[in-house]
């Protein structure tokens, strides 16, 4: 495959559950991104992903969230005991850092719904 | 206040007409992202720029470093352009987008 993707497409879950989220990154993509967008809120920044750094957690919105990237590409956003509020769209994206500035790659995207 | 703003949050225009959103942004910053998002479906990069301007068919984008402001334009718009754009902002020294809340753009055969 040529570009990000992600699954599931639509996850629809029970309040109090736990969900996984994958993301695939574009092949030799070096940086992974999660963001959220929930109804009315628009895009938000989760987590980031670089090489073997440290990820920046500083968007994650709660200690119920945590996402982990294995062997530097497939990552797994995963959400404890889902609320309602977590309700949303949740897009991953890759890009490859080196010099210069290079362009982010959006997946598809996972809606999931709370109920 | 959202360090990135878009104007307007809504446009509905003619086929053919000129349209022109606005973003304007309050820090320092490297790049800024166009971004394309149909009904229901994924999300498009248009344009990265850190300066002056860029081209690609129908779309132009421009940025004022100085001012902070960009603005992207879209000639001789049809309804397939409808869509929500959004502004994005990469700040210095990081990765992590930083997103204005998006035009709804309605084109109208």
């Known amino acids: 495959g040529a570009g990000v993707s992600q699954s599931p497409s639509n996850k629809v879950t029970e309040k109090g559950k736990d969900v996984e989220l994958r993301c695939d990154p574009i092949?030799?993509?070096?940086?992974l991104y999660w963001y959220r967008q929930s109804l009315g809120q628009g895009l938000e920044f989760l987590i980031y992903?670089?090489?073997?750094?440290?990820?920046?957690k500083s968007g994650l919105p709660s200690d119920r969230f945590s996402a982990e990237r294995t062997g530097g590409s497939v990552s797994t956003l995963t959400i404890q005991r889902t609320q309602q509020e977590d309700s949303a769209v949740y897009l991953c994206?890759?890009?490859?850092?080196?010099?210069?500035?290079?362009?982010?790659?959006f997946g598809p995207g996972t809606r999931l719904t709370v109920t | 206040k959202n360090e990135v703003e878009q104007s307007p949050q809504n446009l509905t225009a003619q086929e053919g007409e000129f349209i022109t959103i606005n973003c304007s942004y309050s820090?320092?910053?490297?790049?800024l992202h166009w971004l394309q998002q149909h009904p229901g479906g994924g999300i498009v990069s248009l344009f990265m720029?850190?300066?002056g301007k860029k081209k690609h068919g129908r779309l132009i984008a421009t940025i004022n470093i100085q001012e902070k402001h960009s603005s992207l334009h879209i000639t001789a718009s049809h309804p397939r352009d409808s869509a929500v754009y959004i502004c994005?902002?990469?700040?210095?020294?990081?990765?992590?987008?930083?997103f204005g809340q998006g035009t709804r753009l309605t084109i109208n055969p």
């Open positions: 994206a890759s890009s490859f850092i080196g010099r210069g500035l290079y362009e982010q790659y």
């Open positions: 092949s030799g993509h070096t940086a």
């Open positions: 992903f670089q090489g073997n750094s440290a990820p920046d």
């Open positions: 820090v320092g910053i490297s790049a």
């Open positions: 720029l850190s300066s």
């Open positions: 994005a902002t990469l700040h210095q020294g990081a990765q992590k987008l930083v």
